[in-house]
Each structure stands twice: as C-alpha cells, then as structure tokens.
Nanobody
Framework: QVQLVESGGGLVQAGGSLRLSCAAS?????MGWFRQAPGKEREFVAA????????KYADSVKGRFTISRDNAKNTVYLQMDSLKPDDTAVYYC??????????????WGQGTQVTVSS
C-alpha cells in the first residue's frame, strides 16, 4: 500500500504560478496528476513514467504546466505557470500503471485545492 500526500495548492491570481508536490510512501511506477472542478468529471492533467523519459500532458495545460519527479525522494511535482481561472479545481496525485485515464492507477492522494482568481 502506497500513501500519497499532496501539498502546494492555494489561491493565486490569473497569470501566476503554483508548484504542487506529491510525496509517496514508497517507490512507484507511473505517476500522474488529475483535477476535478465542481460539477465536472475528474480529468487528466499530466503523467510521467518512472524514468521521467515519457511524459504526457493534456492539451489544455501543454506549454504551461511541467511535471517532474525525484525518485530519490519518491516525489512528483507539478509546476503550474500562466494559470487561468479555468485551472481552478481540486488536484489529485496518483500512482500505478495507468497513464492518461484513471484506469490502472491504484493509489490516490487526498487532493489539494487550486483556486485562480480573475
């Protein structure tokens, strides 16, 4: 059983930046970030494989968000720049063998709120 703990969410103005972190209690394979806005389904944001050599972004965040990981610390990061009000959501960290869908991800964090004001 792997536990995931997110941090780094908060309130920021449009155009600003935030950096999310997710610390895992053990080693993981693929790690990803999903988000869920009120009244909407959970959607894929970014994913990274164990080596960091394979990365995928949702079209809506491509060029603005950067996912990275530090395997020595069992931690994955999501650097979010040029934030928009549409990025407002609860962001969830996940780990497993999944990729761009929730299928295959066995472990989920508790979520961290990101709010972008206009």
């Amino acid at each position: 059983q792997v536990q995931l703990v997110e941090s780094g969410g908060g309130l920021v103005q449009a155009g600003g930046s935030l950096r999310l972190s997710c610390a895992a209690s053990g080693s993981t394979y693929n790690m990803g970030w999903f988000r869920q806005a009120p009244g909407k389904e959970r959607e894929f944001v970014a994913a990274i494989n164990w080596s960091g050599g394979n990365i995928k972004y949702a079209d809506s965040v491509k060029g603005r968000f950067t996912i990275s990981r530090d395997n020595a610390k069992n931690t994955v990061y999501l650097q979010m720049d040029s934030l928009k009000p549409d990025d407002t959501a609860v962001y969830y960290c996940t780990a497993g063998v999944g990729w761009i869908s929730t299928t295959g991800y066995d472990y989920w964090g508790q979520g961290t709120q990101v709010t972008v004001s206009s």
